[in-house]
């Protein structure tokens, strides 16, 4: 133990020194241009960024995008000035070729798997510490980091780092942990015990909250029944704990028969509240940033995460109207799936939420292999492909998985070994799927079934 946090702090002081150069290029231009990612943790990261240049009166200008491609980097060479700094959050690791376009000085914080040399001025990544970025820092907490070198009194952007962290499914261990502890002594995060959910009514939480998908998730009468059996009802932050342990218990045991042992440590358990937030209970507040980007309202997000309270009602009822649109699709999915040699797949066209489909057949329902879902829509084919932290423990690296399946048809993939995405030609997806389970199958060492 002792040598294990000894090990841990080596890490962390390295990756400090990343975020202090950073901070010091950041911190000498006038005119910043930020690319962030759209979901929960790229929205924050952005968040943060914003915050802490504000504060040090630095203009910024903002787009978040669905991943980096070309169009991205045309659109930057098209808005910047000779004077500005480009800076990518939660992206940009793995993009060389298209980075090494862009003539300004660029820093990328991210905590993707770097592929190549980059051509920014510095890469604050956890990788380059030996802290694995899928699991133990999200972007937003790598972007905290740089954060606090630009200004130690940037403590209280802590909980949007905590908030991209639960976000991206990470765990609160090694660095996660560090900034936790930090968040917590500084008052910017409390904690409870329970179920992690956002707040109401308990029978409206458990018809539309997608995670964690049960059994009765979207039936109103099984959810009645299953509360009534329980003897419980009302707002879930207002339950007496003797009720709060009756429905954990009972959730758990019903996780128990299908779903991933992470997905059921996942549910029940510390759940943060953010009390510099304007949204208090993370999962309510990356429901919302989730579901802003997912629709192209990036901007009420940001308003959000730069506490601007007139968009809090907006966003909640959006927000909830999606989740609803989330478990609706997962329910059609369920009856498309295939089944590979070393993976479960879904081959769609125009269907939303296919992260979300994914995460929940591996997480909920077949947690043996990893799943991948291709949707074909507007000429492109979007891939998503996600596994579990045992799978990944087996060799399972669905970053390299994705990334050489679509190379393989003339795409692009990438991302963490155990969420990965990909972009391939339309007519391409049954020759990507069955390259994708190949390798899988490699990685694993045996058939997911053996």
Same mark, same amino acid.
């Given at each position: ?21 950073a ?16 979901d ?84 604050v ?6 802290i ?19 200004d ?7 909980g ?36 992690r ?31 009534e ?18 429905l ?46 997912? #629709?192209?309202?990036? @901007? +009420?997000? /940001?308003?959000?995460? *730069?506490?601007? %309270?007139?968009?809090?009602? =907006?966003a ?74 045992? #799978?990944?423990?087996? @060799? +399972?690296? /669905?970053?390299?998985? *994705?990334?050489? %399946?679509?190379?393989?048809? =003339? ?30 199958g ?9």
């Amino acid at each position: 133990m002792v040598v294990q946090l000894a090990t841990e702090s080596i890490a962390i002081s390295r990756l400090k020194e990343l975020a202090s150069k950073a901070a010091d290029v950041i911190s000498a231009y006038k005119y910043v241009r930020i690319i962030s990612h759209n979901d929960a943790d790229g929205l924050t990261s952005a968040g943060i960024m914003c915050r802490a240049l504000a504060r040090k009166g630095i203009h910024f200008h903002t787009t978040i995008t669905s991943r980096l491609a070309q169009d991205t980097i045309e659109t930057i060479k098209s808005s910047v000035s000779d004077a500005d700094l480009v800076v990518f959050c939660d992206m940009g690791s793995s993009h060389a070729e298209l980075i090494q376009q862009i003539k300004n000085d660029v820093i990328v914080i991210d905590h993707h798997m770097p592929v190549g040399e980059s051509p920014a001025k510095v890469v604050v990544n956890p990788h380059y510490a030996g802290i694995d970025g899928a699991i133990y820092l999200s972007a937003s907490g790598t972007t905290y980091l740089v954060a606090k070198e630009m200004d130690p009194d940037n403590t209280d952007l802590s909980g949007l780092a905590i908030a991209g962290a639960v976000g991206d499914k990470q765990l609160f261990e090694s660095s996660n942990l560090h900034i936790l502890e930090e968040a917590i002594h500084n008052g910017v995060v409390s904690v409870k015990k329970g179920l992690r959910v956002g707040d109401g009514d308990i029978a409206n939480v458990l018809e539309y909250t997608p995670e964690p998908y049960l059994d009765i998730t979207g039936d109103r009468k099984k959810i009645h029944d299953f509360l009534e059996i329980l003897g419980v009802k009302g707002t879930l932050s207002e339950m007496a704990q003797e009720d709060i342990k009756k429905l954990t218990t009972s959730i758990a045991l019903k996780l128990a028969k299908h779903a991933s042992p992470e997905a059921v440590d996942a549910a029940i358990g510390d759940v943060h509240y953010l009390e510099k937030e304007l949204v208090k209970n993370v999962y309510d507040f990356v429901a919302i940033l989730n579901t802003c980007g997912k #629709l192209e309202k990036a @901007g +009420l997000a /940001l308003s959000m995460c *730069m506490l601007d %309270g007139s968009v809090v009602e =907006e966003a909640r009822q959006m927000a909830v109207k999606y989740q609803r649109s989330i478990v609706a699709s997962i329910k059609q999915a369920e009856g498309m799936l295939q089944q590979g040699k070393n993976i479960w797949y879904l081959i769609a066209k125009d269907m939303d939420n296919t992260g979300m489909i994914s995460s929940a057949v591996v997480r909920y329902m077949h947690p043996e292999k990893p799943c991948i879902v291709t949707n074909e829509v507007e000429g492109i084919v979007k891939v998503s492909g996600r596994g579990t932290r045992a #799978l990944t423990a087996k @060799g +399972l690296d /669905l970053a390299y998985a *994705m990334r050489e %399946g679509a190379l393989a048809v =003339e795409g692009q993939g990438g991302g963490h070994n155990i969420a990965s995405g990909a972009s391939i030609p339309p007519g391409s997806v049954q020759k990507f799927i069955d390259i994708v389970d190949d390798i899988v199958g490699q990685q694993l060492g045996e058939n997911a079934d053996d």
